[in-house]
């Protein structure tokens, strides 16, 4: 097994796992409703995260392995908040769905053949020739960061 083939399976391992560990830290807050601080609360990070993967990152790897160089628009996170929070969503439900829908990508991303992660993606202002693989990646980080932060109010 090469090098590569190595990292992008330990990427998705990384990445059901970090999936895992939100959920699990963000069930863990004792109040989900108190500001983070970056200004957010655990329960608007939460709902922050899984709409990021559900309708960004995990939408654009599905998209770039399925479709022929699809192209992707800018996305503000803030502004789809502000519109779009719901504060009364069970936490618990948001997590679950979370979960299973990382749960669904790696298991796609799995049986893609190795030349699968290379397909290629554009975007109005990262530009062209982003990958699948560097989709996924940016999903992965994206979510370590939110845990990073839940996990840092967690241990005050």
Known sequence: ????????????????????????????????????????????????????DRLIYGLRA???????NPGFQSFDGNAFMAKNYDASESLQDLLTGFVEDVDALVEMLRDL???????????????HGLTLQSWVEKDLAHIEEHLKDVKEQNQK
């Open 62 to 68: 599905r998209r770039t392995a399925l479709e022929d």
């Open 113 to 127: 053949p190795p030349e699968g992660w290379s397909r290629t993606s554009s975007h109005d202002t990262l530009g």
């Open 1 to 52: 097994m090469s090098e590569l083939e190595e990292y992008r399976i330990r990427m998705l391992e990384r990445l059901e796992e970090a999936a895992r560990a939100f959920q699990a830290e963000c069930l863990a807050a004792e109040d989900p409703y108190a500001p983070l601080k970056q200004g957010w609360n655990v329960h608007q990070t939460a709902v922050h995260t899984r709409d990021v």
